[in-house]
């Protein structure tokens, strides 16, 4: 059973750039949660998806957009890309479920560099 | 507001115990979680608290307060591969359970 899969796993990029991640959820899982972690920080939420529908939002600005397929596959988009973009980029699978236990399965990221 | 706070860092010595405190400060709360990551991947589940008490799993125990906004992972036996970040997350109050996370403790274990 494949887990929580993305792609690329590197990417640079130069300011004022545009960059979409990829992000395949874990089998059986509807649910997709991104998240940026800088260098010594916990992840910070930016935005779910479910039923193809943006959720949930983090305090992100709207440079930050997404994308749900039908397969429950997600994308990240990025535009004029900041400095300070630079960052693990992490998506998280879960099922949806409605208890309160809704464990989150982490891909292995997406590491982007800001030139 | 939403705080959640941990210690930067931390040292232990190989087979000894160590306990990593957590304390929270949410507008909703859905349960606590522990994450271990190591440098350059991606965070691995390691225990879900969301009554009060003590969880045990193996040689890692969680223990969660929410009066006090207080939890605790304690790893014992340490390993050298314990050496990691460990984080500490609550899930948010909202239909989202959004994570939230602190900055992370990262544990150095010597021989």
């Known amino acids: 059973d494949a887990g929580v899969t993305q792609s690329p796993t590197h990417l640079i990029k130069t300011r004022g750039q545009q960059v979409t991640l990829r992000c395949s959820p874990k089998?059986?899982?509807?649910?997709v949660s991104w998240y940026q972690q800088a260098l010594g920080q916990g992840p910070q939420f930016i935005f779910q998806y479910y039923e193809e529908e943006e959720r949930q939002r983090g305090n992100f600005p709207d440079r930050f957009s997404g994308h749900q397929f039908p397969n429950y596959s997600s994308e990240l988009n990025v535009n004029a890309l900041l400095l300070g973009d630079s960052a693990l980029y992490l998506c998280?699978?879960?099922?949806?479920?409605?208890?309160?236990?809704?464990?989150?399965?982490f891909g292995p990221g997406t590491r982007l560099t800001v030139l | 507001g939403q705080n959640i706070d941990q210690p930067t860092e931390m040292t232990a010595t190989e087979g000894a115990i160590v306990q990593i405190n957590c304390t929270y400060q949410t507008s909703g709360f859905n349960g606590l979680f522990w994450y271990q990551q190591h440098a350059g991947e991606a965070p691995t589940f390691l225990s879900y608290n969301v009554l009060d008490g003590l969880e045990e799993k193996g040689r890692f125990s969680s223990f969660l307060s929410r009066s006090k906004g207080y939890s605790y992972l304690l790893l014992k036996e340490l390993q050298m591969k314990d050496s990691a970040s460990y984080l500490c997350?609550?899930?948010?109050?909202?239909?989202?359970?959004?994570?939230?996370f602190g900055s992370g403790t990262r544990l150095l274990v010597r021989p």
């Open positions: 998280a699978s879960s099922p949806r479920i409605g208890g309160a236990l809704n464990e989150q399965f």
């Open positions: 089998s059986g899982h509807d649910t």
């Open positions: 997350a609550v899930s948010g109050g909202d239909s989202s359970y959004k994570l939230i």
